[in-house]
Every structure is written in structure tokens, then in C-alpha cells.
């Protein structure tokens, strides 16, 4: 377990800029109803709101899984909709004994995570899509303010791919595109139930096109470590080995944000595994105290 500070030395401001992506109103009589911030110094200042307590590394260090779909209409509609499948693979460049690919297939089509995709999914029965997931991409953003109202949207920026390690990210993503497309359009027993490929598409067939078409087409949804833990020498760590938000009393944060690295493929297990964790230090904390 990391390292706990035991100093506390603020009590909990009434609007905290956490980074999962919302304001969270958390109350104490302390403050009444003043607005304090716990962040970045300097982008807290630039809204005219007065810091609580520096901490850089709120925002920052946000990170996500690659998602990229592919899909053919297939000659009839003869999958099953709840059918399922998937494979998991190690890229040719890795440096891990880990894998850090998870291919998933899906009877409809589904080229991301928007607004009426259950309409499109629905409309789409002949369509077989293939998504390849690429766990561990490089790239690092950042969650900002965009102003100081509780409501003002936030600048949310991945920067996907323009990190160290991002050209390594898009062509993980273009090999594992190139290994499918030969599986679905060569392989006899297969290609025999495809009518078409819908996209890329059978004009995408340079390296620079798919590269193109990665770039233009690439999601992702487990957008996570805004908040990490940390060492107490690391400037970055937002929280301590407890969850406890570093210099505020009675303040602690467990989801997603809260880890230093993206923990994989997807991140639900690993949220239920710190949310136990956090659970039994919370119970811990209060036994002690004698609450």
C-alpha cells in the first residue's frame, strides 16, 4: 500500500473540481456557501477562484482505451442478437507478456458510442461488426475548467495519438485492422456469407488510407486516472494510498479517476476491486476514530 500523509489541513471545500468529468457539490459548514477549488493553482486563478488546495495533478493524466470498428453485411440475417464473441491477442510490437488486444464481434452495426446507436443497431441486421480494442495506448490529456460556474462545460481533450507512443498506437490498431480484413474476406468458409465490406471499405487498401480511417474513426468509452493515486514524493498523485484527497479532511474518491494507469481492457472489475479496498479502510478509519 502506498504511503498515507497524515496531515490534513483543509476542511472540504463546497464545490470541488473532480475529474471524472462533473462538479461534485460536497457540503461542510466551514465554507457555508462559498465556492473553493482543489486543482491546479494556475488554472484556478485564471477563473478568479481561490485555491484551496494546489494540486496539479487534478485533470491531468487522463487516459482511454483505442476502440475501432469494422464491418461487412453479411448475405442473410442469420446471427443470433445476443450473440458474442471475442479474442484477445498480443500486438507484434509489444514489449509485455500481456495481451493488449481485445478483438469483439457484434451481429448489427456499431461503430461507436453515440446518440440513437440502438436505432442504427437496430436497423442493421445483416451487419457483423468487428471491433478491435487496444489496451494501454499512449496517449495522455487533461479535463480543464472553462470557466467558474458549476455548470460551465469543461475542455475535455485525449489527445489521442500526440503523445509519446502514439504512432506506435495507430499502427498496433492498422496491423490488427489488416490481420481481420484477411480472416473475413479470405478465408472461404467465411467470405462465403459476406456480400460486402462496409467499412473501411474495399477502396481503403494503403497503409496511409486505413491510417486515415483509424484516425477519423477511433472511440473509446473508459476515459479514466484524472484523480490517481500516488507516492507522497509525486507532485502528480491527487490522492493518497487510502483515496484520501491529499491536504482535505474527510474527502476521498474511488472510481475511475482514481487510478495512476488505465487497468485494462475495461474497467469494471477493477473499480468493484478499489471500491472494496476503499471500503474496508473507510470501516477501518471509523473504528479508530470510534465513530
Request: proline letters at 5%; aromatic letters at 10%.
Amino acid at each position: 500500500m502506498l504511503q498515507t500523509k497524515p496531515a490534513r489541513k483543509h476542511a472540504i471545500p463546497r464545490w470541488f473540481f473532480s475529474s471524472d468529468f462533473r462538479l461534485q457539490k460536497v457540503r461542510n459548514s466551514d465554507f457555508g456557501a462559498k465556492k473553493s477549488g482543489i486543482g491546479d493553482k494556475a488554472q484556478l486563478s485564471k477563473f478568479g477562484i481561490p485555491t484551496v488546495v494546489n494540486l496539479p495533478g487534478v485533470g491531468a493524466n487522463l487516459q482511454d482505451n483505442d476502440e475501432l470498428s469494422a464491418f461487412w453485411e453479411f448475405t442473410s440475417n442469420f446471427t443470433d442478437p445476443q450473440s458474442f464473441g471475442s479474442v484477445i491477442a498480443t500486438s507484434a510490437n509489444s514489449t509485455s507478456i500481456e495481451p493488449d488486444l481485445w478483438t469483439y464481434f457484434v451481429p448489427v452495426e456499431l461503430s461507436g458510442f453515440f446518440h440513437g446507436m440502438s436505432i442504427v443497431a437496430a436497423n442493421t441486421p445483416n451487419v457483423f461488426t468487428l471491433i478491435t480494442l487496444r489496451a494501454g495506448s499512449k496517449s495522455q490529456g487533461y479535463v480543464r475548467l472553462t470557466g467558474a460556474h458549476p455548470q460551465d462545460l469543461l475542455d475535455i481533450n485525449k489527445l489521442r495519438f500526440q503523445g509519446p507512443g502514439g504512432r506506435d498506437d495507430i499502427v498496433v490498431l492498422r496491423e490488427a485492422l489488416k490481420r481481420w480484413r484477411r480472416v473475413i474476406n479470405e478465408d472461404e468458409e467465411i467470405a462465403k456469407y459476406v456480400e460486402r465490406e462496409v467499412a473501411p471499405g474495399a477502396n481503403v487498401t494503403s497503409d496511409a488510407d486505413l491510417e486515415e480511417y483509424i484516425l477519423n474513426n477511433v472511440f473509446a468509452h473508459h476515459a479514466c486516472c484524472t484523480a490517481a493515486i500516488g507516492a507522497d514524493n509525486d507532485p502528480r498523485a491527487v490522492l493518497d494510498g487510502d483515496f484520501n484527497v491529499r491536504g482535505v479532511n474527510n474527502l476521498r474518491v474511488v472510481d475511475a479517476s482514481s487510478f495512476p494507469e488505465s487497468p485494462g481492457y475495461f474497467p469494471q472489475s477493477p473499480i468493484y476491486m478499489i471500491s472494496e479496498k476503499a471500503a474496508e479502510v473507510i470501516i477501518r478509519d471509523a473504528k479508530a476514530a470510534r465513530y
